[in-house]
C-alpha cells in the first residue's frame, strides 16, 4: 500500500545556525497509530511543523496523501488535521462557532452535518453552545481536536496530546485517538510519555538530536531490544554471588535477599534449567521467584543515552 506521507531526505537549519532536523527519511502507513519519541528538543515539533506547512524545509519533500506539501500546498493541508501543543483558541467564543470556523479557514462549504457528527463523537454535543472560557481542561482539549478535525483530513497530527492532564483524562483521549483510527484517520502523535506510546502505538519513532536513529514495529522493538529479568528471593540472605554461578549474569541485592537474572527477550529461555541446577549444587534455597518484562520506558531511555 502506499504510504499516506512520504518524507525524504528532510533537513532543517534554523536562521540561527542550529541544525534541528538531519536527513530524515520516513514513511507513515494509512491507517496506522504513528509515535514519534525523542527528549525535548530533539526535533519532533519542527518535524510535524513541515509537514503541516509552518516551518519551511532547507531540503528534502514531504508528499502527503499524493501532494507536495510544497508545490501542492493548500492540497496537502487539507488533508492533514494539527493539534497543537498549546491550546489556542477565542476563549469567548462558542464550541460550535470556533469548530465552524476553522473548517472555514480551509475554503471548505459549511457542513454542519459533519460539525455535528465530529461534536458528537468527541462527547462535545452537550457544550456545543458554551463559551470555551466556561470549559474544564479536558473538554478545552477535546475542543482542539474538533478545531483540527473539522476539515475531514485523512491525518491527524497530536502534539503531546495528554501532557499535563491527569490519569483520567490521559485514558479518555487515548480512547478517543483510537476511536479515530478505528474511524480510518491516520494518527501521527508525540510524546513524553513512553507509557502513551507502549499503549497505543502502532509502530514508534525516535528521533535524537535531529536524527530518526529508529522505526520500528512497537511490538517487535519491545521483543528485540526488551530485556526480562528474573528475580529470586532467597531464603537466606548471601553475603556474595558464589563462584558456582559466577558464569550466570546475575546481581545481588544490597541486603543480599533477592538475586536478580537479566536476559535478553529475543532468545528461547533455555537459561532456566542449568542455571536452577547450579542454584541447587551451590544449596542456594528459594522462597518465591517472579520475572518482569522491560518497558518501553527502559528500552528508550538506553537508546536515547547511547552514543553517539
Ligand atoms: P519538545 O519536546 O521540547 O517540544 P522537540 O523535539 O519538539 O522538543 P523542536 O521544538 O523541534 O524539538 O526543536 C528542535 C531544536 O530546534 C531545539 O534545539 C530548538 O531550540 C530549535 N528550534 C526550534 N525552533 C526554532 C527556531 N524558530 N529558531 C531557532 N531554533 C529553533
Given at each position: 500500500?502506499?504510504?499516506?506521507?512520504?518524507?525524504?531526505?528532510?533537513?532543517?537549519?534554523?536562521?540561527?545556525?542550529?541544525?534541528?532536523?538531519?536527513?530524515?527519511?520516513?514513511?507513515?502507513?494509512?491507517?496506522?497509530?504513528?509515535?514519534?519519541?525523542?527528549?525535548?528538543?530533539?526535533?519532533?515539533?519542527?518535524?510535524?511543523?513541515?509537514?503541516?506547512?509552518?516551518?519551511?524545509?532547507?531540503?528534502?519533500?514531504?508528499?502527503?496523501?499524493?501532494?507536495?506539501?510544497?508545490?501542492?500546498?493548500?492540497?496537502?493541508?487539507?488533508?492533514?488535521?494539527?493539534?497543537?501543543?498549546?491550546?489556542?483558541?477565542?476563549?469567548?467564543?462558542?464550541?460550535?462557532?470556533?469548530?465552524?470556523?476553522?473548517?472555514?479557514?480551509?475554503?471548505?462549504?459549511?457542513?454542519?452535518?459533519?460539525?455535528?457528527?465530529?461534536?458528537?463523537?468527541?462527547?462535545?454535543?452537550?457544550?456545543?453552545?458554551?463559551?470555551?472560557?466556561?470549559?474544564?481542561?479536558?473538554?478545552?482539549?477535546?475542543?482542539?481536536?474538533?478545531?483540527?478535525?473539522?476539515?475531514?483530513?485523512?491525518?491527524?497530527?497530536?502534539?503531546?496530546?495528554?501532557?499535563?492532564?491527569?490519569?483520567?483524562?490521559?485514558?479518555?483521549?487515548?480512547?478517543?485517538?483510537?476511536?479515530?483510527?478505528?474511524?480510518?484517520?491516520?494518527?501521527?502523535?508525540?510524546?513524553?510519555?513512553?507509557e502513551e506510546a507502549e499503549e497505543m502505538a502502532d509502530r514508534v519513532g525516535?528521533?535524537?538530536?535531529?536524527?530518526?536513529?529508529?522505526?520500528?514495529?512497537?511490538?517487535?522493538?519491545?521483543?528485540?531490544?526488551?530485556?526480562?529479568?528474573?528475580?529470586?528471593?532467597?531464603?537466606?540472605?548471601?553475603?556474595?554471588?558464589?563462584?558456582?554461578?559466577?558464569?550466570?549474569?546475575?546481581?545481588?541485592?544490597?541486603?543480599?535477599?533477592?538475586?536478580?537474572?537479566?536476559?535478553?527477550?529475543?532468545?528461547?529461555?533455555?537459561?532456566?534449567?542449568?542455571?536452577?541446577?547450579?542454584?541447587?549444587?551451590?544449596?542456594?534455597?528459594?522462597?518465591?521467584?517472579?520475572?518482569?518484562?522491560?518497558?518501553?520506558?527502559?528500552?528508550?531511555?538506553?537508546?536515547?543515552?547511547?552514543?553517539?
Open positions: 500500500m502506499q504510504p499516506i506521507i512520504s518524507i525524504r531526505g528532510l533537513s532543517k537549519t534554523y536562521a540561527s545556525g542550529h541544525s534541528a532536523l538531519k536527513d530524515v527519511t520516513l514513511d507513515i502507513r494509512r491507517g496506522e497509530i504513528f509515535a514519534l519519541l525523542g527528549p525535548n528538543g530533539a526535533g519532533k515539533t519542527t518535524l510535524i511543523s513541515i509537514i503541516c506547512g509552518l516551518v519551511n524545509p532547507s531540503t528534502g519533500t514531504v508528499i502527503a496523501d499524493g501532494h507536495d506539501i510544497i508545490k501542492e500546498f493548500r492540497a496537502a493541508r487539507a488533508r492533514i488535521g494539527l493539534v497543537p501543543q498549546e491550546l489556542s483558541t477565542d476563549a469567548f467564543e462558542t464550541v460550535w462557532d470556533t469548530v465552524s470556523f476553522s473548517r472555514g479557514l480551509f475554503g471548505k462549504a459549511p457542513n454542519p452535518a459533519h460539525i455535528e457528527k465530529v461534536l458528537k463523537d468527541l462527547s462535545l454535543w452537550d457544550k456545543k453552545g458554551s463559551k470555551i472560557i466556561t470549559l474544564s481542561g479536558g473538554m478545552k482539549r477535546r475542543v482542539m481536536i474538533a478545531k483540527a478535525l473539522s476539515h475531514e483530513p485523512q491525518i491527524l497530527f497530536l502534539d503531546e496530546p495528554t501532557a499535563g492532564v491527569d490519569v483520567e483524562l490521559r485514558r479518555d483521549m487515548w480512547r478517543v485517538i483510537r476511536e479515530l483510527r478505528d474511524s480510518g484517520v491516520t494518527i501521527i502523535l508525540t510524546t513524553h510519555y513512553l525516535v528521533i535524537r538530536k535531529g536524527e530518526l536513529i529508529l522505526v520500528e514495529d512497537k511490538l517487535d522493538l519491545m521483543h528485540k531490544l526488551g530485556r526480562k529479568e528474573l528475580t529470586l528471593h532467597l531464603a537466606t540472605p548471601l553475603a556474595a554471588i558464589p563462584a558456582a554461578l559466577s558464569a550466570h549474569p546475575l546481581t545481588l541485592s544490597e541486603d543480599g535477599t533477592t538475586l536478580t537474572y537479566t536476559y535478553d527477550t529475543a532468545g528461547s529461555p533455555t537459561f532456566i534449567a542449568p542455571f536452577l541446577q547450579d542454584m541447587a549444587a551451590a544449596g542456594i534455597a528459594f522462597n518465591d521467584l517472579q520475572t518482569q518484562q522491560s518497558s518501553l520506558e527502559e528500552i528508550f531511555v538506553r537508546l536515547v543515552r547511547a552514543t553517539p
